[in-house]
């Protein structure tokens, strides 16, 4: 299994200060960071859809935009193919920036209201120079079908157009630079239910045809159930446990993940599953306590998580969970990889 | 791709806008088209020279004078009508200026923020606290009588307004959505101001344009009253109320009423005008699905 | 014992541009201590129905005719004076996007006490006594009476919009897409709740979602809506094991389970109607994998396959022998 390594990320943070003036980081009461992003780690291979779960405020949309460098991350390293992206100058970026590409969650608001879906689309050809007048015409409209959507449609604005047809606009604009890697930030989280199979279905064949690799944010995790073959659960800034779709969903070890996956509910009555609840609320990601992120709700939580950060624990190769608390698993992959 | 002013949008929009804000445009576009005829043919259709003195002073409207004459016996009317020219002039100059540079300070300052832009709205703002007619007339004091002098002030008293509003704005557009988007597709801060925000700044330029010319004749006319402003024997209406004001009491009421009257015709011109615009440009109804 | 009867309700929406037509005559019973489960995609008139029966119908929307009996009593009958004592003692809703219904410049529980003293002679303390026992009751800390909305989480208003609605002790309380803004885990419990308040105080609910799996998880009867017409309704249990409507089928299947097999996700084609010019005959019909010819002719009659179960559809047998 000597897959390519596409996207390594290594203790990867972000922090916002939220200490607003000058005045207040000389006068205030110390520091304040908001850490969104708090030290994750893990390695994308080619060609795979990795998915990042978690609820809202877990940290996993500022950790997409830091890994395709939409955000300064505060420390942690970003490496795609090898070449660290937090070092590069702005030119070396630019160029960078045709390999990774984003989808966002909202198709409404991530589309320029003033704009055709002609002129959206072939924006990116004009910021890279890579073509012009006709040319740019044409490949304009051999991305339009490839999202699904007709000739006629590239001059419509976007508020003339379903969600859905927003959405497929907003992948057509991703792929206009022929990428290697898109995150997919929630794709069909603000759509219809009826719509959304459309889309996931396009994503799917858009992989296959072009070799995609795809970082796919949900907090929907049926969907990424059926979407992902490795998956990472994330909470508060951390990863919880991390390892392939079945891994997680059929023997998942962490308490948060079982707590997650019991909550979601099934349709068909019945099987009303035990759902295992948590105490109190999610806490906020400012100036969270030393320890383990989970310790204010975790059903499982003894004093050493209080003091100190949980241990990884390997249950096989690819599959680790950080907790102090749960039993069995190995110090290291290695010991699975002889 | 570019900024492209298209006729059919406005046509388009005109057509969805509410009955009283066509009125509005229509009205105020009247007004305004008169003074600007008045300021392009003024020399060339005004029965009188309008610096020529007569013997047949104070004369009150006639036939001859439809506006009576002043205390040097020059037609009140021909004066007015060509110091459209002066006092239009000075506020459409005084506007333009305080516009761009409002415009570039408000953008640097709202897009790029840090320091730069706390120090600009702390500059701003304490400009902004002044009461504006005093800071204009602080201005005009300083540089002294004159016509560029006096459109400087009214420039400087409209900046921070306009400095606020433009870097609102800015900050508004950037933080919506796609224009993260056009960060990931690798624009750069240039393309993005200039292909995505400076739309936004088109939209209201009409309309701040013809606002700040309704300001502007105002303050003019105030700095005119005071015996600052345009220098005579220019004529600008300002200074003719000014001139006119000492013999208003024993009579001759056209020495005020009249250049009144042509202050309020670009007040009101004006403001309808950009009140009408906006109201088209800027439709706030939200459609029916 | 019917708490809330809905007889040939139908309510428009008489815009510039035509009537949507978003109620089109529905009937609903909900009996004493069941829940209701109103689903379908946005658009097709499940809130506008709860408006309708809550007698909110915002301008410029009118009930054009049907019942709503409260209790036996018509509720469009009412005077204004009395529709005001039923409001919120008697019929209680928990609105859509209620993060934003909570006004920001009130504790919350100040937000409670206000419907208490409103209808009832009761003295403030009994009142904010009240408000902590609501709070509670929804999962709540009590002490949270003092603090504003913008102190709790998400999920912690979600659940005070709950107690307020329950503040004068309803018979009869609509939930509008609780769970929607909700993470799966507070999500959750507040489904939980729900089915404890159901359960407990033995209250009728009706609660409009277009997430099936909600429904199926707290809801006794499930009625499917689409384009202002309910095309299915039955028990639970009854809906998911033999539902015959072809929507309620595409609705079902585009929710994918999280155990078992990976079912592929399956969407339906073609974009919800527009109300102000339904298809003719059956809506349903340009989305329909089953559609002929008269479905675009003839409306389809209610029929009645079995007690509690009725479906609108032509082709319904023969769709139910073919799965």
Redesign the interface.
């Known amino acids: 299994m000597h897959e390519k390594i596409f996207i390594k990320v290594e203790n990867l943070t972000k922090w916002f200060d939220l200490r607003s003036s000058?005045t207040e980081k000389i006068f205030g009461e110390g520091e304040r960071y908001v850490k969104a992003v708090d030290g994750i780690n893990f390695e994308i291979k080619e060609g795979e859809t990795f998915g990042l779960v978690g609820?809202?405020g877990c940290g996993k949309s500022t950790a997409a935009k830091t890994i395709?460098r939409?955000l300064e991350p505060t420390s942690g390293s970003v490496y795609f193919k090898g070449i660290d992206i937090n070092r590069l100058t702005l030119e070396e970026?630019?160029e960078i920036?045709?390999h990774?590409?984003?989808v966002?969650q909202?198709p409404?608001?991530?589309?320029?209201?003033?704009?055709t879906a002609h002129?959206i689309i072939?924006?990116?050809f004009?910021?890279?120079g890579v073509a012009s007048g006709e040319e740019a015409s044409y490949k304009v409209l051999t991305l339009l079908k490839d999202v699904g959507l007709a000739p006629h449609h590239a001059y419509r604005y976007p508020h003339e157009f379903?969600g859905?047809q927003r959405q497929r606009l907003?992948i057509a604009?991703a792929l206009?630079?022929e990428p290697d890697f898109i995150v997919m930030d929630e794709p069909v989280s603000n759509l219809?239910?009826?719509?959304?199979?459309?889309i996931?279905?396009l994503i799917l064949e858009l992989q296959k045809k072009m070799g995609l690799t795809y970082l796919f944010i949900a907090?929907d995790?049926?969907?990424v159930?059926?979407l992902c073959d490795e998956v990472n659960v994330m909470y508060l800034g951390k990863i919880m446990e991390s390892g392939t779709s079945d891994e997680i969903?059929e023997s998942m070890m962490h308490p948060y993940t079982k707590?997650?996956?019991?909550?979601?509910?099934?349709?068909?009555?019945?099987?009303?599953?035990k759902?295992i609840?948590?105490t109190g609320?999610?806490p906020t990601p400012i100036n969270p306590p030393p320890g383990c992120k989970f310790q204010t709700r975790c059903p499982l939580v003894s004093d050493i998580c209080r003091i100190e950060e949980p241990p990884a624990r390997w249950y096989s190769a690819s599959h680790v969970a950080y907790c102090h608390n749960i039993e069995g698993g190995e110090e290291s992959p290695e010991f699975y990889l002889k | 791709m570019g900024i492209r002013i298209r006729w059919e949008n406005f046509v388009k929009l005109y057509k969805l806008a509410p009955f009283s804000a066509k009125g509005n445009f229509l009205v105020g576009l009247f007004f305004v088209s008169l003074l600007v005829i008045f300021v392009l043919f003024g020399p060339y259709i005004v029965p009188y020279n309008p610096l020529t003195m007569s013997d047949s002073e104070l004369v009150p409207p006639s036939l001859e004078h439809f506006m009576g004459t002043d205390v040097l016996g020059r037609d009140l009317f021909s004066r007015m009508v060509v110091g459209t020219r002066y006092s239009l002039g000075a506020s459409f100059f005084a506007t333009l200026i305080g516009l761009i540079i409002g415009l570039l300070l408000g953008s640097s300052s709202g897009f790029f923020g840090g320091k730069l832009d706390r120090l600009l709205v702390l500059l701003m703002d304490s400009l902004y606290v002044f009461p504006n007619f005093i800071l204009m007339l602080i201005m005009a004091i300083v540089l002294g009588q004159g016509i560029w002098q006096s459109a400087l002030a009214i420039a400087i008293g409209g900046i921070p307004g306009r400095f606020r509003m433009i870097r609102s704005l800015t900050i508004s557009v950037k933080e919506r959505g796609f224009i993260e988007a056009e960060r990931v597709l690798g624009a750069s801060n240039w393309h993005i101001i200039r292909y995505h925000i400076t739309p936004y700044y088109l939209s209201v330029l009409f309309v701040q344009l013809s606002l700040g010319m309704a300001r502007g004749s105002l303050s003019l006319a105030g700095l005119g009253f005071l015996g600052l402003g345009i220098p005579p024997p220019t004529p600008d209406w300002g200074a003719e109320l000014n001139a006119g004001r000492p013999f208003y009491l024993s009579g001759h009421w056209w020495l005020v009423i009249f250049p009144g009257i042509f202050v309020l015709i670009a007040m009101i011109g004006f403001n309808l005008l950009s009140e009408g615009l906006d109201t088209i440009m800027n439709p706030t109804m939200r459609r029916l699905h | 014992m019917s708490v809330i009867e809905v007889k040939n309700l139908v309510a428009y929406f008489f815009t510039p541009f035509g009537a949507v037509r978003a109620v089109d005559n529905i009937n609903l019973d909900i009996k004493k201590g069941t829940a209701l489960g109103l689903a379908g995609e946005s658009g097709c008139g499940k809130t506008t129905a709860a408006y309708a029966i809550m007698n909110l119908m915002p301008f410029p929307g009118r009930i054009v005719s049907g019942e709503v009996l409260l209790k036996g009593l018509d509720i469009y009958k009412m005077s204004e004076e009395d529709l005001r004592k039923v409001r919120w003692k008697e019929m209680a809703m928990v609105f859509q996007g209620s993060m934003a219904a909570l006004n920001p410049l009130y504790k919350v529980g100040a937000q409670i006490t206000e419907p208490i003293l409103l209808h009832e002679d009761t003295s403030n303390e009994d009142a904010i006594e009240r408000a902590r026992n609501l709070l509670e009751l929804v999962g709540i800390e009590p002490s949270r009476v003092d603090s504003y909305p913008w102190e709790l989480s998400g999920g912690m208003r979600q659940r005070a919009m709950v107690a307020m609605a329950l503040a004068c002790n309803p018979s009869f309380l609509i939930a509008d897409e609780p769970t929607t803004a909700l993470d799966v885990i507070v999500s959750a419990q507040v489904m939980d709740l729900i089915k404890n308040l159901r359960d407990n105080l033995e209250l009728s609910m009706m609660l409009i979602t277009h997430d099936i799996s909600v429904i199926a998880q707290t809801c006794d009867e499930l009625a499917v809506m689409y384009a202002g017409k309910i095309v299915e309704k039955a028990s639970v249990s009854e809906m998911f094991e033999m539902s015959a409507h072809p929507y309620t089928h595409a609705l079902i299947k585009a929710f994918p389970s999280i155990k078992g097999e990976n079912r592929k996700l399956e969407g339906i084609p073609g974009s919800p109607p527009d109300l102000i010019d339904p298809p003719t005959g059956c809506r349903f019909h340009p989305r329909c994998p089953f559609a002929q010819e008269i479905c675009t002719l003839e409306e389809p009659e209610i029929e009645v396959i079995s007690e509690d179960h009725i479906i609108a559809c032509h082709f319904w047998e023969e769709i139910d022998e073919k799965r």
Not at chain 1, 192 to 198: E, G, I, P
């Open positions: 000058f609820e809202s395709i939409l970026m630019k920036r045709r990774l590409q984003i966002f909202d409404y608001a991530s589309l320029n209201p003033r704009a002129d072939a924006e990116p004009d910021i890279h379903s859905g907003g604009r206009a630079l219809d239910v009826s719509v959304r199979a459309a996931i279905q907090h995790l049926s969907l159930k059926i969903f707590a997650l996956i019991s909550a979601v509910p099934i349709a068909d009555p019945t099987k009303r599953s759902k609840f948590l609320d999610i």
